[in-house]
């Protein structure tokens, strides 16, 4: 596939993996429209391409279907994240708010077929694997495409959401209405990443010297934190390799725990709190890592920026563009909302 001149919309593109995306594509010569209502993206995210005129964005709320239709006018490929969505703290507690996907969703199918958009790639996430099959965090379990399956049993009501739009656009992709692909995104972290996820959260209260520092849970909790420019570069690769609307993982195999991961940041940041770990507070499944061998079949990618990597990167990001006492006075809010404290 050829993106020199492409015509591409990316939904969610002012936010943090979309406003990474929309660099990508810039670079590779594709004509990038953004379409974003601005709940969690901001002109910020995409200063560079905003003052080179290289992308035009339009602020516009995707719920609407005359305003789908304006983005999508002329457009051949879609890269559709946009989303009500955050961190954990969000999507346990604004179930209704990650409901709505439910329509944007479809909406963003359906407007794609009937205006003869080439392909569509959706942004899905970890969040639709079964609950039961992420409980215990000593078992070395890796999530594999298949898991998948009937009787279904998704995160929370953003699980279902994500999980009903993986199988509305199979169906497309099925009846040849459509091509197109969907992304099982596994806990993107980087710059421009809110304090509403976990690895934000926890560099945030290193920032601010937070003393008690405070983990969520018991700390246990297994992840694989995936580079946001790694996340990219599967999803471009999707658009290029699979017409079939399938399902495809984008993490790494890490196994690390929360308390590994503040232990990392507290280490690079000089900083010795103590802990203070609190079991009431949201935390997801404890057991959360995919196997990314499919991808790596049917895209050629695999993730290159390891975790310790990663995270020093958005450290130093962190620090350099944040002011400590704006993020003191704001983080209990960041923590489960969709907005910044500011940069």
Same mark, same amino acid.
């Given at each position: 596939?050829?993106?020199?001149?492409?015509?591409?919309?990316?939904?969610?593109?002012?936010?943090?993996?979309?406003?990474?995306?929309?660099?990508?594509?810039?670079?590779?010569?594709?004509?990038?429209?953004?379409?974003?209502?601005?709940?969690?993206?901001?002109?910020?995210?995409?200063?560079?391409?905003?003052?080179?005129?290289?992308?035009?964005?339009?602020?516009?709320?995707?719920?609407?279907?005359?305003?789908? #239709? #304006?983005?999508?006018?002329?457009? #051949?490929?879609?890269?559709?994240?946009?989303?009500?969505?955050?961190?954990?703290?969000?999507?346990?507690?604004?179930?209704?708010?990650?409901?709505?996907?439910?329509?944007?969703?479809?909406?963003?199918?359906?407007?794609?077929?009937?205006?003869?958009?080439?392909?569509?790639?959706?942004?899905?996430?970890?969040?639709?694997?079964?609950?039961?099959?992420?409980?215990?965090?000593?078992?070395?379990?890796?999530?594999?495409?298949?898991?998948?399956?009937?009787?279904?049993?998704?995160?929370?009501?953003?699980?279902?959401?994500?999980?009903?739009?993986?199988?509305?656009?199979?169906?497309?992709?099925?009846?040849?209405?459509?091509?197109?692909?969907?992304?099982?995104?596994?806990?993107?972290?980087?710059?421009?990443?809110?304090?509403?996820?976990?690895?934000?959260?926890?560099?945030?209260?290193?920032?601010?010297?937070?003393?008690?520092?405070?983990?969520?849970?018991?700390?246990?909790?297994?992840?694989?934190?995936?580079?946001?420019?790694?996340?990219?570069?599967?999803?471009?690769?999707?658009?290029?390799?699979?017409?079939?609307?399938?399902?495809?993982?984008?993490?790494?195999?890490?196994?690390?725990?929360?308390?590994?991961?503040?232990?990392?940041?507290?280490?690079?940041?000089?900083?010795?709190?103590?802990?203070?770990?609190?079991?009431?507070?949201?935390?997801?499944?404890?057991?959360?890592?995919?196997?990314?061998?499919?991808?790596?079949?049917?895209?050629?990618?695999?993730?290159?920026?390891?975790?310790?990597?990663?995270?020093?990167?958005?450290?130093?990001?962190?620090?350099?563009?944040?002011?400590?006492?704006?993020?003191?006075?704001?983080?209990?809010?960041?923590?489960?909302?969709?907005?910044?404290?500011?940069?």
């Amino acid at each position: 596939m050829k993106w020199d001149g492409c015509r591409v919309l990316i939904t969610g593109g002012a936010s943090f993996i979309g406003s990474h995306l929309t660099e990508a594509l810039i670079v590779r010569g594709a004509r990038v429209r953004v379409a974003d209502n601005m709940s969690s993206g901001t002109r910020d995210n995409l200063e560079q391409p905003l003052r080179n005129r290289t992308v035009d964005l339009l602020e516009v709320n995707l719920l609407d279907s005359r305003s789908v #239709e #304006e983005a999508m006018k002329d457009i #051949e490929v879609v890269f559709h994240l946009a989303a009500d969505h955050g961190g954990r703290g969000y999507i346990d507690l604004h179930q209704v708010n990650c409901s709505t996907n439910l329509v944007l969703d479809g909406q963003v199918f359906k407007t794609a077929a009937t205006l003869g958009v080439e392909r569509v790639v959706f942004a899905s996430s970890g969040c639709v694997y079964p609950n039961h099959l992420q409980t215990d965090p000593d078992q070395a379990v890796y999530l594999t495409e298949d898991m998948v399956r009937p009787p279904y049993d998704a995160d929370n009501l953003y699980g279902w959401a994500k999980l009903m739009g993986e199988l509305v656009l199979r169906a497309y992709c099925q009846e040849g209405r459509l091509k197109g692909a969907s992304l099982r995104y596994f806990t993107a972290y980087g710059p421009r990443c809110p304090e509403s996820h976990a690895v934000t959260a926890m560099i945030a209260r290193a920032f601010v010297n937070q003393n008690p520092f405070v983990v969520w849970g018991t700390g246990q909790q297994v992840r694989n934190w995936t580079y946001v420019s790694d996340v990219v570069e599967a999803t471009i690769a999707a658009a290029e390799r699979i017409d079939d609307g399938r399902a495809v993982n984008v993490g790494t195999t890490e196994r690390i725990t929360v308390v590994e991961a503040v232990q990392q940041i507290l280490e690079y940041t000089r900083k010795d709190p103590t802990l203070e770990f609190d079991p009431t507070k949201p935390t997801g499944p404890y057991n959360r890592v995919c196997d990314n061998s499919l991808a790596s079949e049917l895209l050629g990618w695999r993730p290159l920026v390891p975790f310790a990597q990663g995270l020093k990167r958005t450290i130093d990001w962190y620090f350099k563009t944040h002011d400590a006492g704006q993020v003191a006075g704001l983080l209990p809010h960041a923590l489960t909302e969709r907005t910044h404290a500011p940069g």
